[in-house]
């Protein structure tokens, strides 16, 4: 990357944190036509896709970064977090093992807790809290874990009281008396 492409980089990633979406994406595509092997054009280009409202773009764009820099973890935390945000959880989950394997980090264990809570995969999403509190011991980890632990209550005490069983038995037992 020459120093103009370095330039216009910049000059694009602080249109996007001004959150200045429109502009941004003309610099990263100005970028790119001048040199469309820069992943973090991708995926930045990415990024500004997806806050102008268009997610399958972005999803295009993080696949680029992906393909030049196959271990570009930003670009994969980038695609996750569009996958989730469309409601594709089970594409979501296996970004962020990809993710997590490639050396992620507590955020990135404590977006996962989330999808598997999304999933209904409540006791798996706890391990990965459990693991993000040991990696930074930040409070809001202690309070996701507890809320954690009252859903995993709440569906067993849901699941030991069905609606019917009881009282169908009760009823049985009544009648052969």
Known sequence: MNNKEKVLLHKGMDKVKRMEFLDALEIFERVLTMNPQIPDAWNNKGVAL????????????????Q?????NLDALRNRAFVLRSLGRMEEALETYDTVLQKGGDAIDLESTAFVLTALGRLEEAINCLLLARDKAPLDRFETEIEQLKGMIEQKRS??????GESSADEENSEGKE
């Open 50 to 65: 997806f806050r102008l409202g268009r997610p399958e773009e972005a999803l295009e764009c993080y696949a680029r970064a």
């Open 158 to 163: 849901e699941a030991d009281s069905v609606p």
């Open 67 to 71: 393909e030049i820099e196959p271990e």
